[in-house]
C-alpha cells in the first residue's frame, strides 16, 4: 500500500466559540478513527487537528490509496437447510449465494464447521480493499453526523432547492492526498483545493493548496490565518504576557476566557487600553467580570492582585495604526462599566436588612416554598448548629450571616450578573459597617462550589454554608428529589461533598447524625429518609477518599463502621494505609475475617468477657495474655487521637491468633468452654476494630 498525507478541511462561517476545540478534536478524531477502521492508515499515522472560526481540519500521515484485500468468512446456514439428502443445494441456499452475488457453482467451494450444535456452511471469499475515495466518503459523513454540534442550523445549499442541517454554513471542502484532490463531498459541496484566508488580512482571498504538507504554511503566509487552536492560543498568551511586562503587570489568568478568545480570532494581535481610574471605586469582581464576560477582554492587576485601569484587547486585525481599534474597543467598554457603577451606587441606598421581605416574593420550589421560607429554615439549622460550637455572641453572628445570606440575589448588580452572587453581599454588608467574619460569611456560605475550591475562611461563614448546603440536601431528599443515574439537576453530589469537606477539614465538634436529624426536624421528615441521606452522603465519600488515590478496600475498612465525627477519617483512612504496609497485616486482617464470621453465626449477644480459670488450650492462654497486655495499649493510643500508632499496636497478636485458630477448637461440646472462647473471639475482634473493619482488608 503506496501512501501519501492526507488533508480535508471543511470551511464554514464563524463557529461558536466555546464550542470550537471540541468540534475540532472530534472532527480529526473521528475521520482518523474511520479512515483506520477501512484499514487505510499505516500503524505510524499521526493525526494533527486544525480548528480556527471558520475552519475545521485534519492532517494525516502516511494514508493508503488503497486499503488491502482481506480474506472473509461469510456464515450461511446450517448444513440440513442449505443441503437436501442427497447433498444438493435447496432453493434457500441458492437465494443466498446469488444475495452475496455468486451463481450455483460456488456450492462447491462452500465450507462446513461445526458449531458444537451442527455443522454450519460457510463461504470463504476475498473482499476487495476500499479505495481512499470510498474510505473518505464514508468517514467524512460519519465524522459529520457525529460532531458535539451544540445547536443545529438548517440552511439552503447553492442549488437553491436542497437544505442540510450543520452547526453554520459550510462554504467550501478541500481532500487532498499528497497533492491530489479527492473527490468526495459533503453538505452540498464537493471537495477541491482552494479554501479562503483572513476576512481582512489575507494577501490573497483564496488560497490554493499546494499539497497537504504546505496547507498549514500556506495558510499562514498566504492567508493570514494560523490554523492549529493550540498553536494560536500559545501565541495569544505569549503576547498577553509581553504586553502586561512592559507595563508592569499581569493579565488575569482565565483559561475558559484564554480558550473562548482563541475561538474568535484567526490571527491575534493584542493590544493596550485603558478606562478612567474612577470606576476604579467599583468592587473589582464587577468590573473584571463585565470586561471578560461582555467584551472578552484581559483585565490587568498589580503585583498584589489588584485591578488596574488598563487592560488587553485581542484583536482579529493588525493595522499599521491601531489607534482605532483601541479607541473603539474604549469606548464600547465605558458604558459597560458605567452601568456597573450605576448598579453598585443604586443597590447600597437600601440596607440588607430592608430587602428581607422581597424573598417572600421568589419561589425557591414548589413543594418546599419561597426563597424567604427557604432562609428562614436555614437560619434555624445554623442557629442550632452554632449553639454546639460557641457562645451567645458567636450564635448572633451566625444567625445575622444567615439571614443576610441570600438578600443579594435581590440587588440590581445581581440581577445583571448572577456570578457575583455572595460577592456583592460581602461588599454591601462591609458597606453598612457588619461585622467582617458576618460580611464573609455572606460571600463565603457557597464555598466550596466545586471540587478543590477553598473553605469558607472564618467558623461563621462554615456554619452558615453548613446549613445552606443541608437545608438543600435535607429538604430536596424529604421530597424524593434524588439523584437519579447521571442526573443531578440540584447538584445534590456537589453540595453532599461540600458537606463532608467541611466536616473532615475543619475538624468541627459535630456528629453528622445529629447534624442530618436536626436539619431533618425542620422539614418533619422520616429517618427512612435520614438513612437515604448517609447512606448518599457515605457513598460520595467513598468515591472522594478512592480518586485521592485510597483502595476500595481500605476506604472500606474505615467506612463501614459509619465514623459519626468525619473530622476522625483522614486519619484512620491514613492509620489503615500504614498497616496495610505492615507485613502481619495480611494474616491479620484474615484472622479478623474469620473472627466476624464466626460471631456473626451464634445467635444472641457475645460479650467480650472472658473467665480465665475456664482456659484450658496453652494457644488459649497465650492468645489472651497477648491481648491482656496490647489491647489496653491500644486503646490508649486510640483514646489519644493516634489511630496509627494503635493499629500498628495490634501487629503483635499474629502470632498468638495463627497459632489459635490452628490449635484450639472454638465451638467445643462444653457450652462454658465454647461461650468463654467465643468471648475470647469477641475481645479479639473489639480490640482490632475501633479504628476500621480490618477484615475488609483481607483479600
Not at 482518523?32 to 471558520?54: H, M, Q
Not at 492468645?623 to 499496636?649: I, M, R, W
Request: with cysteine.
Amino acid at each position: 500500500m503506496s501512501t501519501r498525507n492526507l488533508l480535508v478541511e471543511l470551511f464554514v462561517e464563524e463557529l461558536p466559540p466555546k464550542a470550537l476545540r471540541k468540534l475540532g478534536e472530534a472532527f480529526s478524531g473521528v475521520l482518523a478513527e474511520n479512515l483506520k477502521a477501512s484499514g487505510l492508515l499505516a500503524d505510524s499515522s499521526i493525526t494533527t487537528t486544525f480548528a480556527s472560526p471558520r475552519r475545521l481540519a485534519a492532517y494525516i500521515t502516511a494514508v493508503g490509496d488503497k486499503a488491502a484485500d482481506k480474506q472473509v468468512a461469510q456464515k450461511l446456514m446450517p448444513a440440513t437447510v442449505a443441503l437436501d439428502a442427497n447433498g444438493n443445494a435447496t432453493p434457500a441456499l441458492l437465494k443466498k449465494l446469488q444475495a452475496l452475488g455468486e451463481d450455483e457453482s460456488a456450492v462447491t467451494k462452500l465450507r462446513k464447521e461445526n458449531d458444537g450444535k451442527a455443522d454450519i456452511l460457510f463461504l470463504d471469499a476475498t473482499q476487495a480493499g476500499a479505495t481512499l475515495q470510498e474510505g473518505l466518503q464514508k468517514a467524512l459523513d460519519e465524522t459529520l453526523a457525529k460532531l458535539p454540534i451544540p445547536k443545529v442550523m438548517t440552511y439552503q445549499i447553492n442549488d437553491g432547492w436542497q437544505s442540510v442541517n450543520f452547526v453554520r454554513p459550510a462554504h467550501g471542502l478541500v481532500a487532498l492526498h499528497g497533492s491530489d484532490v479527492v473527490q468526495v463531498s459533503a453538505l452540498g459541496l464537493t471537495a477541491s483545493n482552494t479554501t479562503q484566508g483572513h476576512r481582512f488580512e489575507a494577501k490573497n482571498p483564496i488560497v490554493t493548496i499546494t499539497s497537504a504538507d504546505t496547507y498549514a504554511q500556506q495558510l499562514a503566509d498566504e492567508g493570514a490565518v494560523i490554523a492549529g487552536f493550540d498553536t494560536r492560543r500559545a501565541e495569544i498568551a505569549k503576547q498577553l504576557q509581553a504586553a502586561a511586562d512592559k507595563q508592569g503587570l499581569k493579565p488575569i489568568e482565565d483559561e475558559a476566557l484564554l480558550d473562548e478568545v482563541t475561538a474568535l480570532v484567526e490571527r491575534p494581535n493584542v493590544l493596550l487600553g485603558q478606562f478612567e481610574e474612577e470606576f476604579l471605586a467599583v468592587p473589582q469582581e464587577c468590573l473584571i467580570l463585565t470586561m471578560k464576560a461582555n467584551q472578552k477582554y484581559f483585565p490587568l492587576l498589580d503585583a498584589s492582585g489588584k485591578l488596574t485601569n488598563k487592560f488587553l484587547i485581542v484583536s482579529n486585525i493588525n493595522p499599521v495604526d491601531a489607534s482605532k481599534v483601541i479607541g473603539g474597543n474604549e469606548r464600547v467598554v465605558r458604558p459597560r462599566l458605567a452601568d456597573a457603577k450605576f448598579f453598585f451606587d443604586q443597590d447600597r441606598k437600601k440596607t440588607l436588612e430592608s430587602r428581607l421581605a422581597g424573598l417572600g416574593k421568589v419561589v425557591y420550589h414548589n413543594k418546599l416554598g419561597s426563597q424567604g421560607e427557604r432562609n428562614e429554615r436555614v437560619v434555624a439549622i445554623a442557629s442550632a448548629i452554632a449553639q454546639h460550637i460557641g457562645g451567645d455572641g458567636f450564635v448572633v453572628k451566625v444567625a445575622q450571616a444567615a439571614r443576610l445570606s441570600k438578600v443579594d440575589l435581590l440587588t440590581d448588580m445581581v440581577g445583571e450578573f448572577p456570578e457575583l452572587q455572595g460577592i456583592m453581599g460581602r461588599y454591601y454588608a462591609q458597606h453598612e459597617g457588619l461585622a467582617d467574619d458576618v460580611a464573609y460569611a455572606i460571600e463565603d456560605h457557597y464555598r466550596p462550589r466545586f471540587a478543590g475550591d477553598e473553605l469558607p475562611r472564618s467558623q461563621v461563614g462554615v456554619v452558615v454554608a453548613l446549613a445552606d448546603k443541608l437545608e438543600t440536601l435535607v429538604g430536596l431528599f424529604s421530597i424524593g428529589e434524588k439523584p437519579t443515574g447521571d442526573k443531578d439537576p440540584f447538584a445534590l453530589r456537589r453540595q453532599a461533598l461540600g458537606i463532608l469537606r467541611m466536616l473532615m477539614e475543619t475538624d468541627l465538634p459535630l456528629a453528622f447524625d445529629q447534624l442530618i436529624a436536626q436539619t431533618l426536624s425542620v422539614f418533619n421528615g422520616s429517618q427512612d429518609v435520614a438513612e437515604a441521606i448517609k447512606a448518599f452522603c457515605f457513598d460520595r465519600l467513598a468515591v472522594n477518599l478512592r480518586d485521592q488515590g485510597a483502595s476500595a478496600q481500605e476506604v472500606d475498612a474505615v467506612l463501614s463502621l459509619s465514623p459519626n465525627q468525619l473530622a476522625e477519617v483522614p486519619r484512620r483512612l491514613s492509620a489503615v494505609q500504614a498497616f496495610a504496609n505492615l507485613a502481619e497485616a495480611p494474616a491479620l486482617a484474615a484472622a479478623n475475617k474469620r473472627v466476624s464470621n464466626i460471631l456473626k453465626k451464634v445467635e444472641g449477644e457475645v460479650k467480650a468477657e472472658v473467665k480465665a480459670e475456664l482456659l484450658q488450650e496453652t494457644a488459649e492462654k497465650d492468645l489472651y495474655q497477648a491481648l491482656a497486655t496490647t489491647k489496653p495499649k491500644a486503646d490508649q493510643l486510640f483514646e489519644t487521637g493516634d489511630y496509627t500508632a494503635s493499629l500498628q499496636a495490634l501487629a503483635v497478636l499474629k502470632a498468638p491468633v495463627d497459632t489459635f485458630f490452628d490449635e484450639v477448637m472454638v465451638n467445643a461440646d462444653d457450652p462454658a468452654l465454647k461461650a468463654n472462647r467465643l468471648g475470647l473471639l469477641a475481645t479479639l475482634h473489639q480490640a482490632m476494630n475501633r479504628v476500621a473493619d480490618l477484615s475488609k482488608l483481607a483479600s
